[in-house]
């Protein structure tokens, strides 16, 4: 088995904090640079797992780093380079306290949300008569809170504008941004054979102008449906076929485990593990239509401090 990337511990020049997140670990870099680290851990259920996916990080990697490059035209984002397979570096923003997620089809939460009778969903409505997995007659937007901690939460337009978490005017284009963003990787996606069911988008602002930040379209914040077949097991009353992080969470509930008090994570095996891992790859290379190359994993903490020691060194 490959090794994994779980932990960075690095001390980079002008560094000036490390934030952790569950698969991300980010360098500031006089307040000027971000090194975004995107590591192997993967997390369900709001728990980081206890094994890395060898791989994982460069595949979340390189899917966004391809997908920030194909929705530039629409907004502007905050990727400047991408000197090692696991790292994007980018312009320092101050994120908005809000995520925003848009639907395109009643899955996921939105569906469990459906299944115990609630028929608004971040002060949206979802039409009577749907069933999982349905196409909604036009995506819908259910941003949440960002979390410092804890789970994210459901929110409304409303309240988003209410709280002042975002201004009016703002919050506005980044509504106008995610459709627009949603659009364009729903077609990609078609052209590759698959559904982009639904994804997250982040924004932040550098000298007062708005960015497309964090990752894009990938598995961990997006789900997929293979298009092949899917009209067919709607009408049988079957499962999709999915490309996202879902299978994780349905092998989790299967033993067990939903991050309730209490419940012990499973055993991740090394067959698990490894399945993981080939399904990430997967999907790269479904979504991307690019042949997954490996990168060199014997050293990667060496491979990855001095890549970017180096993209530092040529933009003092």
């Given at each position: 088995m ?11 020049p ?6 952790k997140?569950k698969?991300?670990?980010?360098y500031n870099?006089?307040?000027?640079f971000l090194v975004?680290?995107v590591?192997d851990?993967?997390s369900?259920?709001d728990?980081v ?6 791989f ?24 400047i ?6 790292v ?5 923003c101050?994120?908005?306290k809000v ?8 899955t ?7 299944r115990?009778?609630?028929r ?11 069933i999982e ?6 995506p819908?937007?259910?941003?949440t809170?960002k ?14 504008i ?14 106008d ?17 698959l ?9 932040g602002k550098?000298?007062?102008k708005?960015?497309?930040i ?13 298009a ?8 049988a009353g ?5 490309l996202s ?9 299967q033993?067990?485990f939903?991050g309730?008090e209490?419940?012990i994570?499973p ?11 080939d ?10 239509g690019?042949t ?15 890549a970017?020691?180096?993209?530092l060194?040529?933009h003092?």
């Open positions: 490959s090794k994994a990337l779980t932990k960075t511990e690095f001390n980079f002008g560094q000036k904090s490390l934030y997140g698969v991300r670990d980010v870099i006089n307040d000027d975004m680290v590591s851990r993967i369900a259920f728990v797992l206890p094994k890395g996916i060898p994982k990080g460069q595949v979340l990697n390189q899917i966004a780093e391809k997908f920030l490059d194909a929705t530039s035209d629409i907004v502007p984002n905050w990727k380079a991408v000197p090692d397979p696991n994007t570096v980018g312009h320092m101050e994120g908005y995520e925003m997620v848009i639907r395109g089809y009643l996921g939460h939105a569906w469990r949300e459906y115990d009778g609630k608004t969903l971040c002060g949206v409505a979802m039409p009577e008569g749907m997995n349905q196409k909604f007659p036009e819908i937007l259910t941003p809170t979390a410092d901690v804890g789970h994210d939460e459901d929110i409304s337009r409303e309240d988003i209410a709280q002042g978490l975002v201004d009016k005017t703002e919050y506005e284009m980044l509504e941004y995610t459709r627009k963003l949603f659009q364009r990787g729903t077609e990609i996606a078609a052209e590759m054979g559904i982009l069911v639904d994804t997250k988008y982040e924004f550098k000298d007062g708005i960015y497309l964090d990752e894009i379209h990938t598995p961990d914040s997006s789900r997929y449906f293979y092949d077949g899917y009209q067919e097991r709607q009408e079957e499962k999709q076929k999915q992080k879902e299978f994780v969470r349905q092998w989790l509930i033993n067990g939903q309730k209490g419940q994570i055993e991740m095996n090394e067959e698990f593990v490894g399945s993981v891992s399904r990430y790859i997967e999907l790269f290379e479904n979504i991307t690019d997954f190359e490996k990168s060199d994993a014997s050293k990667i903490q060496s491979r990855i401090e001095n970017v020691n180096e993209f060194k040529n003092k």
